[in-house]
Antibody
Framework: QLQLQESGPGVVKPSETLSLTCTVSGGSINRVNQCWDWIRQPPGKGLEWIGTLCYSESPFYNPSLKSRVTISVDTSKNQLSLNLNSATATDTAVYYC???????????WGQGTQVTVSS | QLVLTQSPSASASLGASVKLTCTLS???????IAWHQQKPDKGPQFLIK???????RRGDGIPDRFSGSSSGAERYLTISSLQAEDEADYYCQTWGTLIRGFGGGTKVTVL
């Protein structure tokens, strides 16, 4: 059964880079027609899509975050990564990774990891 | 611009039915959507995918109390025989070429 597990530092200082990893188990991250997503949820608020990386394609991002975000895959480790630079308090959120098959919604979610931006 | 609109809250009595609405922006009115359930302090869970024609597919293990339908730019989630465990936040989600998006969420209260 496919499982996704987010990990990373729980606290990031303002202006630094927020870096997270999503480790995939129970399946390969490198398969045709698969897409991998990052989503976040600020405290008490709704879900916000950050960006997506599909098999053999360039990643695409939420326009509101595009200038600060990079998503990549390490196929040797079966991991998805998120880098969000110039972090501010408004980036404080629970960060989730997800998987969808091309043309379909997110059907697999990680459990999420809390990130707080604070000095 | 891709926009999905949801009412902030809905409520119904135990054992009754509740119908949630997700409205797509006009330029995206033919898109399929999905509904995800999020219980307090938990991650979201995929419930159901709903196509423009109202056909739908539930996620693995999702009971048939959860059903979907569609009309124009609106996509619906109906929860029948409402149970206490259905009290949660419900988010609609859509996707397209180089785009993803979520609605603002609907909080369902079981009375």
């Amino acid at each position: 059964q496919l499982q996704l597990q987010e990990s990373g530092p729980g606290v990031v200082k303002p202006s630094e880079t927020l870096s997270l990893t999503c480790t995939v188990s129970g399946g390969s991250i490198n398969r045709v027609n698969q897409c991998w997503d990052w989503i976040r949820q600020p405290p008490g608020k709704g879900l916000e899509w950050i960006g997506t990386l599909c098999y053999s394609e360039s990643p695409f991002y939420n326009p509101s975050l595009k200038s600060r975000v990079t998503i990549s895959v390490d196929t040797s480790k079966n991991q998805l990564s998120l880098n969000l630079n110039s972090a501010t308090a408004t980036d404080t959120a629970v960060y989730y990774c997800g998987k969808d098959d091309y043309g379909n919604p997110i059907e697999h979610w990680g459990q999420g990891t809390q990130v707080t931006v604070s000095s | 611009q891709l926009v999905l609109t949801q009412s902030p809250s809905a409520s119904a009595s135990l054992g009754a039915s509740v119908k949630l609405t997700c409205t797509l922006s006009s330029a995206h009115s033919r898109y399929a959507i999905a509904w995800h359930q999020q219980k307090p302090d938990k991650g979201p869970q995929f419930l159901i995918k709903i196509n423009e024609d109202g056909s739908h597919r539930r996620g693995d293990g999702i009971p048939d109390r959860f059903s979907g339908s569609s009309s124009g730019a609106e996509r619906y989630l109906t929860i029948s025989s409402l149970q206490a465990e259905d009290e949660a936040d419900y988010y609609c989600q859509t996707w397209g070429t180089l785009i993803r998006g979520f609605g603002g969420g609907t909080k369902v209260t079981v009375l």
